[in-house]
């Protein structure tokens, strides 16, 4: 799991960074200001999940005790970008109110996630 989380957090730290840009000078002038905040609000998010992702990769390569709690982690953190940052993401760009419920799906998810670390760093020696 550990080259995956690694590709995936690759991939997903990339995407914030063009997403946030894209935000920033793209779509600027058609957004509301409120939109772009939960839209940054995303990014941010992403990218502090990306950066917990790469922790796991890395925490995955030290212990085996721990893996488990560590793959969950890992999985975690990845629904809760997809919910969270994802959700934000529509709704900054359809407007529709209702996809702003989805979002604490992913926070769950996140929270869950940084549980499961910290379970896991008992496993560590």
Do not use: D, R
Not at 46 to 69: G, W
Not at 94 to 101: C, E, R, V
């Amino acid at each position: 799991m550990t080259k995956i989380f690694l590709a995936i957090a690759s991939i997903l730290g990339g995407l914030s960074v063009v997403l946030g840009a894209f935000a920033t000078h793209a779509l600027k002038e058609k957004f509301t200001e409120k939109a772009l905040e939960i839209w940054q609000t995303g990014t941010k998010y992403q990218m502090y999940h990306v950066l917990a992702l790469i922790l796991v990769a890395l925490l995955l390569t030290q212990s085996q005790t721990a893996s488990n709690f560590l793959n969950t982690a890992g999985i975690a953190f990845i629904v809760g970008i997809a919910l969270f940052s994802g959700s934000l993401y529509a709704l900054s760009l359809s407007g529709i109110k209702w996809l702003g419920a989805i979002a604490p799906l992913g926070g769950l998810a996140f929270i869950i996630g940084w549980g499961c670390l910290a379970v896991a760093a008992f496993g560590f020696k």
